[in-house]
């Protein structure tokens, strides 16, 4: 197609044509660009494979559109799509000609040269340095919108390149942005799912999470305590180990409650459970609420006198402190009044 040698017009689908000559090339070719590739990374793999061997291109680069942000990305052949590079960045490490790309972007139009490096528009372009000289061809990919430019070069000589094989360039850009385009819906199509499937694993972990879990306490639920205490189990005999279980519970729990109400009961629950996981080890013990005002702790891997220190640790934290005797006095007239209270409801 493009290079040293001559172009044949693209022959008509009932004409006759040698199967050397770059026109039937073309027309061979044609199907497979139409066709739907299923990564971006196959599909650029195809087109650098495509080009370089009709043209005699020594590099086909391949610069494309974000349709959702506008934005536009350099993506090397042979990598992932997650390794496409912002094309200010590509621009700055060399690995674009960026004002060749600002000149298609601006002007819509393809750019054909015979040398770049001495070329005004091209020649100060951080791409270019230490290149001797380079053949380029700059067509776009378009359909209705600008979605995509392709750069070939040529390093090994001046004139590569010539307007008739820059046409038929084009001509194969146009039928590789239909398939540009279906490659990109597939990617996003891909990507959605992906961020959606993820969405949708973390929610069933937190939702999993929430069913071994009591809601007033923040600790295992009977649940999560039927699920451990199998594991620490199995682990037990597995490593020919010992494990320590203790149950735990609130002495006169039903008066505090009667006495002071459901929200002070649920108040103490929840600071009786943070005392009890405070106080086990991480990683090892569970603390657990078993029912009501009843909690139980899995002492892991411990014998029997380890596991009855950290049960007495464990419990410490629970104990309330000594009360002043006015506090003493003022419990119990609370309770008297509580007394009179229910014996005039009664009466």
Request: glycine content about 8%; proline content about 2%; charged content about 25%.
């Amino acid at each position: 197609m493009v290079g040293a040698r001559a172009l044949l017009p693209a022959c008509g689908t009932n004409s006759r044509c040698s199967s050397g000559s770059p026109a039937c090339l073309v027309c061979r070719h044609s199907p497979r660009c139409r066709r739907r590739t299923g990564s971006l990374r196959r599909f650029k793999e195809q087109v650098v494979e495509l080009l370089a061997g009709l043209t005699g291109a020594t590099s086909v680069l391949l610069i494309v559109a974000d349709k959702d942000t506008h934005e536009w990305f350099y993506s090397p052949a042979g990598e992932d799509d997650a390794e496409s590079i912002p094309i200010k960045d590509a621009g700055a490490r060399g690995l674009v000609p960026l004002s060749a790309f600002h000149y298609v972007e601006r002007t819509r139009e393809a750019l054909l040269t015979s040398d770049a490096t001495r070329d005004d528009r091209l020649m100060r372009d951080r791409y270019f340095t230490d290149c001797g000289q380079c053949s380029l061809a700059v067509p776009i990919m378009s359909q209705g919108a600008l979605s995509a430019v392709l750069v070939l070069e040529n390093r090994l000589g001046r004139d590569a390149f010539s307007e008739a094989g820059l046409g038929v360039v084009s001509l194969i850009a146009g039928q590789l942005a239909v398939s540009l385009d279906n490659v990109m819906l597939y990617a996003s199509l891909e990507r959605k799912v992906a961020e959606r499937t993820e969405a949708l694993a973390a929610a069933n972990a937190q939702l999993a999470q929430l069913s071994l879990t009591d809601a007033l306490t923040g600790i295992a639920n009977r649940r999560g305590f039927d699920g451990e205490f199998r594991r620490s189990w199995q682990r037990a005999l597995r490593n020919q180990t010992s494990i320590g279980l203790a149950m735990i519970d609130i002495d006169e729990f039903k008066k505090y409650n009667d006495g002071y109400g459901h929200a002070a009961g649920d108040v103490c629950l929840a600071r009786v459970a943070a005392a009890l996981n405070d106080g086990v080890r991480e990683g090892a013990d569970v603390a657990a609420r078993y029912g009501g005002e009843e909690f139980v702790l899995i002492l892991g891997e411990s014998e029997r006198e380890s596991a009855e220190r950290r049960r007495a640790g464990a419990i410490s934290g629970c104990r309330p402190a000594r009360t002043a005797r006015g506090q003493r006095s003022r419990y119990r007239h609370d309770q008297r009044r509580h007394r009179r209270r229910r014996s005039r409801r009664g009466s």
